[in-house]
């Protein structure tokens, strides 16, 4: 009963492959330093005055992409009102571009090639046709500890495909998951990354991974992850039609305190909650397959790009829970191995401190809904020099600040039960 991922992978892509892909010659990304303002000002003149789009806000600066022929009007003023900042991104295509550079072109493959086996590598993104397939041929090479699961169906009908790895000694059950966020392509190889390493060297891995069943979702969002390689590298939603704009933000539609703060209920928002909590085939998948697990499971880890941070809940309002501060031990625990592996720095917060309160995310459904233990939302690189567009070189260092700070929250997570 094997799964045809080829197909899997393949979904009615509606008009994804018709349109040209968006071009982003000239556009910039800025850095605007805020601690003389309130970011609120700043992203409302922004957004009505310079069609600037909102990467990421912090307490003391805000990242806003700006349209080339935005930028003019925008630094003057800034300049007027003596507000610094600094371009990150000087050309945001160059960017795109050299990350599609290092993907070449690849002939399609027909049926029986299909079936020949897939290898993924660390040192570009890769499409998920490949992803999926590496996915298939790992199942078929080690069928003794691991699983592929097709969770579910998209919205334009691809596959939402999940590994379950397992020895004979697993017992509590942890969940990691990526792309969520189309254009987060770092969560995906990150996840891919630690899946491969668990599966092949299954036997290396010390006790407490061992003792644990994992489930490995490497893209919740597979339309909104194919859209951004296809036709639109900035895409954050997934691809739900509502006629004049696509797309519910995933990670504002899970069913917990879901009509609160910091989602729209505008379609054309970025942060889009969608019709009702867990509207969305993609978020409806992965909280039924969560719930009919078996067991509990006692850790949910989600990945997520960028500003390197290691969040646990709360992310709906300002507040925590009442085991806050084991979640936080665990968390700079982690943290302090990621920066074993190249100095980087991961802060450890909860999820409504950094960006601010936004309600519906798989965090705090895991820990609200579900009551798992350890739940974790981890930011991966970088600080916003590349932001979404981390380049290539990058993939591999960041996937290995994954997996040891996935591997602490695993330990941490023994003493549940
Ligand atoms: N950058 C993530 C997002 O906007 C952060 C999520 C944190 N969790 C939360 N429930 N707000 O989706
Ligand atoms: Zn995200």
């Known amino acids: 009963e094997d799964l045809d991922v080829e197909e899997l992978a393949e979904g009615e892509m509606e008009d994804a492959e018709k349109t040209a892909p968006a071009r982003y010659d000239g556009a910039q990304l800025w850095r605007i330093h805020t601690s003389n303002v309130s970011n609120q000002d700043v992203i409302k003149l922004f957004e009505s005055q310079y069609d600037g789009c909102v990467w990421k806000t912090k307490d003391d600066f805000v990242d806003v992409f700006l349209e080339p022929h935005r930028q003019e009007e925008a630094r003057r003023a800034l300049r007027d009102f003596d507000v610094p900042y600094e371009v990150s991104i000087n050309d945001v295509q160059n960017l795109i571009d050299a990350q599609h550079r290092s993907r070449e072109k690849k002939p399609r493959r027909d049926k029986r090639q299909a079936q ?15 992803i999926y397939g590496y996915m298939r041929t790992l199942s078929q090479k080690y069928p003794t500890i691991c699983k592929l699961v097709n969770i579910g169906k998209s919205v334009e009908g691809r596959g939402i495909l999940a590994m379950k790895v397992a020895g ?3 017992q509590r059950v942890i969940w990691v998951d990526g792309g969520i966020h189309a254009r987060e392509w770092i969560s995906v190889a990150s996840v891919m990354y630690v899946m491969d390493q668990f599966i092949r060297y299954w036997a290396k891995q010390p006790a407490h991974i061992r003792s644990a069943t994992w489930y490995f979702l490497p893209v919740m969002n597979p339309d909104g992850y194919q859209y951004s390689r296809t036709t639109d590298r900035l ?3 997934n691809r739900r039609n509502f006629g004049s704009c696509h797309g519910v933000d995933l990670n504002r539609n899970f069913d917990f305190k879901w009509t609160g703060v910091g989602a729209s209920n505008n379609p054309c928002d970025m942060t889009y909650r969608g019709p009702k909590g867990l509207s969305e085939p993609e978020s409806r998948s992965v909280a039924q397959f969560m719930e009919k697990l078996p067991r509990k499971p006692v850790a949910y880890i989600t990945l997520h790009s960028y500003g390197q941070y290691v969040l646990y809940p709360w992310g709906f309002a300002s507040a925590i829970p009442s085991d806050h501060r084991l979640l936080k031990q665990t968390g700079l625990d982690a943290a302090e191995s990621a920066k074993l592996i190249d100095g980087a720095l991961y802060t450890v917060a909860p999820a409504f401190q950094p960006f601010g309160a936004a309600a519906g995310g798989s965090d705090d459904w895991a820990k609200g809904h579900l009551k798992v233990k350890y739940v974790y939302t981890i930011e991966l690189r970088d600080k916003g020099r590349y932001g979404f567009l981390l380049p290539t070189n990058l993939i591999r260092v960041t996937c290995r600040e994954a997996l040891t700070m996935i591997g602490v929250i695993s330990k941490a997570s023994l003493n549940v039960q």
Do not use: C, I, N
């Not at 020949?116 to 490949?130: R, V």
């Open 235 to 237: 895409w954050r939603k």
């Open 116 to 130: 020949a086996s897939h290898q993924l590598t660390w040192d570009s993104y890769h499409d998920l046709g490949d």
């Open 168 to 170: 004979p000694k697993s």
